[in-house]
């Protein structure tokens, strides 16, 4: 539930006739093209990431001349020796100028609150005989050096901007899979002393609903753990709560490891407890410590009313998933609502947290 380290595409950069190549790739490979400069992470191993760069007049420039921002990138669904024998074999080579293979990915995720990057990636580099480097230096490296590793504090389960990624890179004299086979037994170890002085946070989720509708509640539960890469659950199962006195409730609860401290978790789930419509059709409550955290501890209360404040959480929540998951989510909730003992106001088991 906490992806810490990811392995990234072949990288291939073509300079030429930008437009044209564009164009080819779009149409034979069904190239997704982005110019907001995405490193496309969450693409498969098999796939390609392709930089076009115009080249005027058809004369290719040196790759220290190349900003990393400067060219559209085309998303292929094919390796880089795949894409290059099709353009020659079409007969595209001449709208070629140069082509150059660059390194190979890892993507290495370090926690928000990390105190100093630098000698966490000093230590790295140490460890594995990697040279420092600088993400804008990404062009100048070859395969034949190693492969590159990109740190990041954003979650790497979605695509990341060029400049979510942190300056500072390591270039490892490893092949990829062997350099991808090293790194991920300490990805947990690192992202630790990334923490600095702060805790991991052990919190306790209890899921309520008066219609005991929980196969479809709980997946929603579990899609915004993973989309918002929020830690590790550690166990789960069913129980029962006291909603009144001698009135037992039963409860779906999952135990959770989070870096997150507990105040952002309910604001999350508080997201999850209204529809589309602003009505609250489900009650979680949330411990940590055997203390429990009220609605009223959300880090983005401002003063606001519960409601009020649940139907923002929720539109903030729903902005800041991954279309598919969205999707998932929308269309749960669409099967929640339209059955039978759904309709109107939904009456939660008790619980008022």
């Known amino acids: 539930m906490l992806s810490l380290v990811r392995g990234g595409p ?6 030429g006739k930008k437009d044209t190549l564009q164009r080819y790739l779009a ?3 069904s190239a997704e093209i982005h110019r ?3 490193i496309a992470e969450n693409t498969r191993e098999g796939q390609t990431v392709v930089y076009l760069v115009d080249a005027p007049e058809g004369k290719a ?5 190349i900003e990393l921002e400067e060219p559209s990138l085309a998303v292929c669904d094919a390796s880089p020796g795949e894409i290059l024998c099709r353009l020659v074999n079409d007969g595209l080579a ?4 140069a082509a150059s293979l660059l390194p190979r990915v890892l993507l ?3 926690c928000c609150t990390c105190p100093d990057t630098s000698s966490l990636v000093e230590e790295l580099g140490k460890d594995f005989h990697g040279t420092p480097s600088t993400l804008k230096e990404l062009l100048r490296w070859t395969p034949s050096e190693g492969t590159v590793v990109c740190f990041t504090t954003k979650p790497l389960n979605r695509l990341l901007l060029v400049r979510e990624l942190l300056d500072q890179v390591l270039v490892l004299p ?6 991808f086979r090293r790194l991920q037994p300490r990805a947990l170890e690192l992202f630790n002393e990334s923490m600095g002085n702060k805790d991991w946070n052990e919190v306790l989720i209890h899921v309520y609903d008066k219609f005991e509708r929980y196969a479809e509640h709980l997946r ?3 899609l915004v753990l993973e989309a918002r890469q929020t830690g590790f659950v550690l166990g789960e199962g069913w129980g029962t709560d006291t909603a009144h006195i001698l009135l037992p409730v039963r409860t779906y609860r999952l135990r959770l490891l989070t870096f997150h401290a507990p105040e952002r978790i309910k604001s999350f789930l508080m997201g999850l407890e209204y529809s589309a419509e602003g009505e609250r059709f489900l009650d979680i409550d949330l411990y940590c410590r055997r203390r429990k955290i009220s609605w009223t501890d959300s880090d983005r209360r401002k003063g606001a009313s519960r409601e009020t404040l649940g139907r923002e959480l929720r539109k903030e929540l729903m902005e800041s998933l991954p279309p598919e998951t969205r999707a998932e989510l929308e269309s749960l909730e669409k099967r929640l609502l339209s059955a039978p003992e759904s309709s109107g106001s939904a009456e939660v088991s008790g619980a008022v947290g």
């Open 94 to 97: 001449h709208f070629l100028a």
């Open 108 to 110: 290495f995720r370090l």
């Open 61 to 65: 420039r040196p790759l220290w001349n």
């Open 220 to 222: 929603r539960v579990e």
């Open 174 to 179: 490893l092949p990829f899979d062997e350099a």
């Open 10 to 15: 072949w990288l291939l950069l073509l300079q």
């Open 27 to 29: 149409d034979v490979f």
């Open 36 to 38: 907001n400069h995405r």
